[in-house]
Nanobody, 126 residues
Framework: QVQLVESGGGLVQAGGSLSLSCAAS????????MGWFRQAPGKEREFVAA????????YYADSVKGRFTISRDNAKNTVYLHLNSLKPEDTAVYYC???????????????????WGQGTQVTVSS
């Protein structure tokens, strides 16, 4: 069993920054890819960013590329998402997820992720 707990969400003005954290427990965190997804009201969950188990490979949705950065600290069992230059359209609940299948890279497909956190709200005001 895996437990994922996100933190760091909040209210920020457009152009501002936030850092999200996701702490994992219950499984060998360092062996698995991690991803961040988000879901805005009335919209489907969408991919934001993913990172391979080693941290050497990262992937981003086009909408956040150049503004968001995903990273991980395997010693702390934590994955991070740094959000910069935030826009009102970034408003959503942000979820971290763990891909339970060993792979050298990371997937942008939410169906590949078997474990999810409870989510943290990010609200960007204009």
């Amino acid at each position: 069993q895996v437990q994922l707990v996100e933190s760091g969400g909040g209210l920020v003005q457009a152009g501002g920054s936030l850092s999200l954290s996701c702490a994992a427990s219950g499984r060998t965190f360092s062996s698995f890819a991690m991803g961040w997804f988000r879901q805005a009201p009335g919209k489907e969950r969408e991919f934001v960013a993913a990172i391979s188990w080693s941290g050497k490979t990262t992937y981003y949705a086009d909408s956040v590329k150049g503004r968001f950065t995903i990273s991980r600290d395997n010693a702390k069992n934590t994955v991070y998402l740094h959000l910069n230059s935030l826009k009102p359209e970034d408003t959503a609940v942000y979820y971290c997820a763990l891909d339970p299948l060993p792979r050298p890279d990371a997937s942008s497909d939410y169906a590949e992720y078997g474990y999810w956190g409870q989510g943290t709200q990010v609200t960007v005001s204009s």
